[in-house]
Nanobody, 114 residues
């Protein structure tokens, strides 16, 4: 049974930082490219970042370029999203997704507010 479990969300002030994690269970994690998406209240789910299976290449939405960094540790079967200089518009539920496997995590809430 494949499971993706996110953690690390919370409430942070504008300009602050958070690091999200996505732990994978029941799969050959290192074989798969991984992505992060986010969904703000009342809006569609949007792509945030992606990373290749070995971690050599990454891609970002324009709205987070220069502020967010996606990474992975295949020995720990864990995906990360380092989020810096957070803005109120980054408030959303963040979910990890493995496109080739077709599995989503349950999501973790990030709220940026003073």
């Amino acid at each position: 049974q494949v499971q993706l479990v996110e953690s690390g969300g919370g409430l942070v002030q504008p300009g602050g930082s958070l690091r999200l994690s996505c732990a994978a269970f029941g799969c050959a994690f290192s074989d798969y490219a991984m992505t992060w998406y986010r969904q703000a209240p009342g809006k569609e789910r949007l792509f945030v970042a992606s990373i290749t299976s070995a971690g050599g290449r990454s891609n970002y939405a324009d709205s987070v370029k220069g502020r967010f960094t996606i990474s992975r540790d295949n020995s720990k079967k864990t995906l990360y999203l380092q989020m810096n200089t957070l803005k109120p518009e980054d408030t959303a539920v963040y979910s990890c997704y493995a496109p080739r496997m077709g599995y989503w995590g349950q999501g973790t809430q990030v709220t940026v507010s003073s």
